[in-house]
């Protein structure tokens, strides 16, 4: 089975011209089933959504983005929150999620899914009770899902490690609320820090996609460039991270997310640049070689 293959570019990289300038990346562009925004790319102006200044929205109306990813290109999924320090309950994050659908909507597009980032993560820095996430992702999930689209989970391992990550899904299940799929961010440097070994990496990884496949549910795995200051370093880590990844599971997950979140020198979120894919550099050049790897030329 080929994997899926989504594309999140950068919060404040070079969108637009993703979808002014497609001949830049006709290449990539065909190989793609979903491009991901974050939430911030439609909402800057809203408070609480920080990051890439009030005119990202407008903009990517202007260039009628929406419409051309469903036309075009696939779906269209949203990178979202669901219980943050600032939405212990859900309910501020699921509001969000509401006024995101309503643009993009009325700019002719239609968002299939939200990923949403890391509820199980939040709960030790939110000092929350196991009960007390289920509660709130559920309420978002349920929420999202009477809206008209659908709602999956990123989590993060080995921040929280695998056991843990199983149970919260099992949780959610038991509450009527079972996300739509798995986004596996895989912090390299922490399975290096908490020394687990590539026997147990390896265990966890593959003991997730079984449990994905016995639940019915896609599992993908973020592909990106951990700890990259440059274009250059960025994809040729995210490359290696590829490569392993596909030693370690002893085949490719359901799915692939390239997708950044790095910072470039000066601090900003835009790196890597997005076009064009001629360059060995850029985002799309590098989403062209994921997608040979995993056989979606």
Same mark, same amino acid.
């Given at each position: 089975?080929?994997?899926?293959?989504?594309?999140?570019?950068?919060?404040?990289?070079?969108?637009?011209?993703?979808?002014?300038? #497609?001949?830049?990346?006709?290449?990539?562009?065909?190989?793609?089933?979903?491009?991901?925004?974050?939430?911030?790319?439609?909402l800057a102006d809203e408070p609480g959504q920080m990051g890439v200044g009030p005119n990202t929205y407008p903009a990517l109306v202007e260039?009628?983005?929406?419409?051309?990813?469903?036309?075009?290109?696939?779906?269209?999924?949203?990178?979202?929150?669901?219980?943050?320090?600032?939405?212990?309950?859900?309910?501020?994050?699921?509001?969000?999620?509401?006024? %995101?659908?309503?643009?993009?909507?009325?700019?002719?597009?239609?968002?299939?899914?939200?990923?949403?980032?890391?509820?199980?993560?939040?709960?030790?820095?939110?000092?929350?009770?196991?009960?007390?996430?289920?509660?709130?992702?559920?309420?978002?999930?349920?929420?999202?899902?009477?809206?008209?689209?659908?709602?999956?989970?990123?989590?993060?391992?080995?921040?929280?490690?695998?056991?843990?990550?199983?149970?919260?899904?099992?949780?959610?299940?038991?509450?009527?609320?079972?996300?739509?799929?798995?986004?596996?961010?895989?912090?390299?440097?922490?399975?290096?820090?908490?020394?687990?070994?590539?026997?147990?990496?390896?265990?966890?990884?593959?003991?997730?996609?079984?449990?994905?496949?016995?639940?019915?549910?896609?599992?993908?795995?973020?592909?990106?460039?951990?700890? %990259?200051? #440059?274009?250059?370093?960025?994809?040729?880590?995210?490359?290696?991270?590829?490569?392993?990844?596909?030693?370690?599971?002893?085949?490719?997950?359901?799915?692939?997310?390239?997708?950044?979140?790095?910072? %470039? %020198?000066?601090?900003?979120?835009?790196?890597p640049h997005n076009l064009p894919e001629s360059d060995s550099t850029s985002h799309t050049a590098l989403l062209n070689a994921v997608a040979?790897?995993?056989?979606?030329?």
């Amino acid at each position: 089975m080929t994997a899926d293959l989504h594309f999140g570019p950068n919060v404040a990289s070079d969108i637009l011209p993703l979808f002014s300038r #497609t001949g830049d990346w006709m290449f990539a562009s065909a190989k793609v089933n979903t491009v991901q925004f974050y939430i911030q790319n439609i909402l800057a102006d809203e408070p609480g959504q920080m990051g890439v200044g009030p005119n990202t929205y407008p903009a990517l109306v202007e260039v009628d983005a929406f419409r051309t990813i469903n036309q075009s290109l696939g779906n269209i999924s949203i990178e979202a929150g669901a219980v943050k320090e600032w939405s212990l309950d859900g309910r501020d994050a699921l509001n969000g999620c509401r006024m %995101a659908i309503e643009r993009v909507e009325a700019a002719g597009g239609k968002v299939a899914a939200f990923a949403l980032d890391e509820p199980k993560g939040a709960q030790r820095v939110c000092h929350l009770s196991n009960q007390h996430v289920v509660d709130g992702t559920c309420r978002v999930i349920d929420g999202i899902r009477e809206l008209g689209s659908d709602a999956g989970l990123i989590e993060p391992y080995p921040y929280v490690p695998m056991p843990d990550l199983v149970t919260f899904f099992e949780a959610l299940q038991r509450g009527g609320s079972s996300p739509a799929f798995w986004h596996l961010d895989v912090d390299r440097f922490g399975i290096r820090d908490q020394k687990i070994s590539r026997e147990r990496f390896a265990a966890d990884l593959q003991w997730a996609q079984r449990q994905c496949r016995a639940w019915g549910i896609p599992f993908g795995v973020i592909v990106f460039g951990q700890r %990259a200051t #440059t274009a250059a370093a960025y994809v040729q880590s995210a490359l290696a991270w590829a490569n392993d990844l596909r030693l370690l599971m002893g085949e490719w997950p359901d799915r692939i997310i390239v997708q950044s979140w790095e910072r %470039a %020198a000066g601090g900003a979120l835009t790196l890597p640049h997005n076009l064009p894919e001629s360059d060995s550099t850029s985002h799309t050049a590098l989403l062209n070689a994921v997608a040979q790897m995993v056989g979606r030329d």
